[in-house]
């Protein structure tokens, strides 16, 4: 089982809409990434957070600790936020590294 | 701040030859870095976790005679992949971990494709 799963895996919205993104994980990870990657294929982080809320611009992410899950959420969508959003959780034991969600490919429509 | 670099963006050689792929921390020092590796529609990979001074830390699986870390200095690792086949061809990132900085920070370089013929 991944420690850290997500979903959607596809999605496809028309500009303008309001959309969330999940991701649950398990016990083990005391910090959540959110990257997003474009077609290009750098990554870039948008947030990390381990507790409450973070908003940069039109992107929103929120965490629930005592329900091991996040969202990110991006309002009034445009083409030019299609691309993967990656949710990675921090493993605070053994190794100390970054666990990936699959990620959830996003798709805008003009 | 916190930009990490990745040099070549891009490599195409022949099979059997060898690439090394550098990672730099530009506006900062970096205890850590992380080699990911990336197929086609797939999430990012561990391969290695490369502390200066020290030998880096390879994930299950990965050849660490194949793949060659070298992590010399506070701002620069490099990944050698040896005797380079075409199933090595893949995207290859690293990020970097801010001497100092909360641990669960990474900072993400652009990624270097390799394209082995």
């Known amino acids: 089982k991944n420690e850290v799963e997500q979903s959607p895996q596809n999605l496809t919205a028309q500009e303008g809409e309001f959309i969330t993104i999940n991701c649950s994980y398990s016990?083990?990870?005391?910090?959540l990434h959110w990257l997003q990657q474009h077609p290009g294929g750098g990554i870039v982080s948008l947030f990390m957070?381990?507790?409450g809320k973070k908003k940069h611009g039109r992107l929103i992410a929120t965490i629930n600790i005592q329900e091991k899950h996040s969202s990110l959420h991006i309002t009034a969508s445009h083409p030019r936020d299609s691309a993967v959003y990656i949710c990675?959780?921090?493993?605070?034991?053994?190794?100390?590294?970054?666990?990936f969600g699959q990620g959830t490919r996003l798709t805008i429509n003009p | 701040g916190a930009v990490v670099s990745q040099h070549p963006s891009w490599v195409i050689c022949k099979s059997g030859t060898s690439v090394k792929i550098e990672c730099r921390s530009l506006?900062?020092?970096?205890?850590?870095m992380f080699w990911y590796r990336q197929f086609p529609k797939q999430s990012l990979m561990l391969m290695a976790t490369?502390?200066?001074?020290?030998?880096?830390?390879?994930e299950q699986g990965v050849e660490k005679d194949k793949f060659l870390i070298n992590h010399a200095s506070l701002t620069l690792s490099t990944l050698t992949v040896t005797s380079a086949h075409p199933e090595d061809s893949s995207f290859y990132i690293c990020?970097?971990?801010?001497?100092?900085?909360?641990?669960?920070?990474?900072?993400f370089g652009p990624g270097t494709r390799l394209l082995v013929l």
């Open positions: 990675a959780g921090f493993l605070i034991q053994g190794a100390q590294k970054l666990v």
């Open positions: 016990v083990g990870i005391s910090a």
């Open positions: 490369s502390n200066e001074g020290s030998k880096a830390t390879y």
């Open positions: 506006d900062f020092q970096a205890t850590t």
């Open positions: 957070l381990s507790s």
């Open positions: 990020s970097a971990r801010k001497a100092g900085g909360p641990s669960g920070t990474q900072y």
